[in-house]
């Protein structure tokens, strides 16, 4: 706590009086042994007495929940797809799915923890988690009591999502599927939604919000890779070389030496 004090002491003196300090915290750790509501809660009403100006209300730990925060599933076919190293690529493919536990995806997903925070404070809140339509932006704001919205991934899928929730006569809903593919590529290359890019792994599904199947990654590891080890001259002169020893030899040797 003492850490924090000083952190966001040395924050609000430098942004002075023309720059809001808005402060991401958590909720919830969302894994046993982490922080609760009520751990939650005591930061956040010290930060209010800090004065900071705005508190974003999150949950998550990233080496250990990381999926706590965005929910869905980790595509982590895709997230080591585009990895070079080997050994990383199908270490992680290995582990990952138990490295990292699905949560699952439901609309307002941290609205019941952030009520509990709106009813312990005064100052501005601001709401984040699952807000994929208009209907869900006016609740949290008119019905919810918060005074902000933030959103992800609705806008990375369509970044005028707010002009056309603002024009639609009725509901309008993104188009995000929350597969998390926007998530997973961002550690190897620009971050884009794959709805909007080319460069997809195999067989991906563009259009249906699902999961990656094992299927697919075997039928993926096994054509993609037989046919980048065949091309090396090592494999793709291989019968030819074994051949032209058996004919040196009169057949003696069987096996391809060096
Ligand atoms: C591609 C991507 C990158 C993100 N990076 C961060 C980050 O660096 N720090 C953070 O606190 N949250 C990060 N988030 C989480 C979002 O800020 C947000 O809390 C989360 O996506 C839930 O909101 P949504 O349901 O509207 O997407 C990221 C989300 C996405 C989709
Ligand atoms: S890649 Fe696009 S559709 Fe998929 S979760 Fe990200 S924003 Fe949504």
């Known amino acids: 706590m003492d850490f924090m004090r000083i952190c966001v002491d040395e924050v609000l003196e430098a942004a002075g009086n023309d720059m809001g300090v808005l402060v991401k915290t958590n909720m919830r750790d969302g894994f046993r042994g982490g922080l609760d509501i009520e751990d939650c809660l005591t930061v956040a009403r010290e930060l209010e007495r800090l004065g900071v100006h705005a508190l974003v209300l999150s949950g998550g730990f990233v080496s250990k929940a990381p999926m706590y925060v965005m929910r869905g599933e980790m595509p982590v076919y895709s997230m080591t797809y585009y990895m070079k190293q080997l050994w990383l ?14 949560v699952p995806f439901r609309e307002l997903y941290f609205l019941d923890d952030a009520r509990l925070f709106r009813r312990e404070l005064a100052m501005p809140l601001v709401y984040v988690g699952g807000v994929v339509d208009r209907n869900g932006a006016d609740r949290v704001l008119d019905k919810e009591g918060f ?22 006569s009725g509901n309008h809903r993104c188009g ?7 998530i997973a590529r961002m550690y190897s290359r620009e971050m884009v939604c794959h709805k909007h890019c080319s460069g997809l792994p195999p067989h991906y599904p563009r259009n249906r ?11 993926h590891i096994t054509l993609r890779h037989f046919k980048r080890f065949y091309h090396r001259p090592f494999f793709r002169n291989y019968p030819a070389r074994v051949k032209r020893q058996k004919e040196a030899t009169g057949g003696l040797i069987h096996y391809y030496g060096k």
């Open 89 to 102: 690529r199908y270490g992680i493919r290995l582990a990952g799915k138990r490295m990292i536990p699905s």
């Open 147 to 168: 005074d902000f919205i933030q959103m992800g991934r609705a806008l990375i899928n369509e970044p005028d999502f707010v002009n056309r929730m603002a024009s639609a």
């Open 176 to 182: 995000c599927d929350h597969v998390n593919y926007c």
């Open 209 to 219: 919000g699902n999961q990656e199947t094992r299927f697919n990654l075997l039928r």
